[in-house]
């Protein structure tokens, strides 16, 4: 299962590559979609080594491997993420929806700290958040795809207030956040997998 949970999320993050540039094209520096291909193509090529391990250690190894691979802003961003995630997991046996909700809390307040950032500000977050939400509430992994999704779409009426676009003013509203779209593909890609291996 966490060979699959691996591919497929990385997968999922190169396939999405054009459409994560065109978003931080309108109002970042365009670099997403490379980066973030980049930073999972490692992780892809890594999986067998990864899916070895158990999924604490796991999570931690393929959060330093973003932090190296992905640059910019978003590598430490998913770094502390997926670090902050593994240390949570780490050790426990029974691994169930509200073990994971309680990890994201916690990987969410890294995400927070590390980019002194608060939902609502056009940013990762702005996904995390509602996800975190809806994991902890006992939604099914279905609904908690669809709200990702949602959520990341729901990013473009706002102005940013964080990191590049936030340059912009005014005329970054009308675009999705590219790292709130990243972490919707990513939620929507480990819904899928933990959906179906039950
Ligand atoms: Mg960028």
Excluded: W
């Amino acid at each position: 299962m966490l060979s699959d949970l691996i591919k497929e999320v990385c997968e999922a993050v190169i396939a999405h590559e054009a459409e994560l540039t065109a978003l931080d094209s309108a109002i970042g520096d365009g670099d997403h979609g490379l980066n973030m291909k980049r930073g999972f193509s490692e992780l892809l090529a890594k999986s067998d080594e990864l899916a070895g391990q158990e999924v604490g250690a796991a999570l931690k190894a393929a959060g330093m491997t973003l932090v190296m691979k992905v640059g910019g802003a978003s590598g430490p961003l998913y770094g502390s993420l997926f670090m902050s995630l593994g240390k949570e997991l780490a050790g426990k046996t029974e691994i169930d929806q509200s073990v994971i909700a309680e990890a994201l809390a916690v990987a969410q307040a890294a995400v927070m700290a590390r980019g002194k950032s608060q939902p609502g500000q056009k940013t990762m977050l702005d996904v995390i958040a509602p996800v975190q939400q809806k994991l902890a509430e006992g939604a099914a992994l279905t609904d908690v795809a669809a709200a990702a999704l949602a959520a990341a779409e729901a990013t473009a009426p706002i102005q940013a207030l964080k990191g590049r676009a936030s340059f912009l003013g005014e005329r970054s509203i009308g675009h999705v956040d590219p790292g709130a779209r990243s972490s919707a593909v990513i939620t929507e890609a480990a819904c899928r997998v933990l959906e179906r291996s039950g």
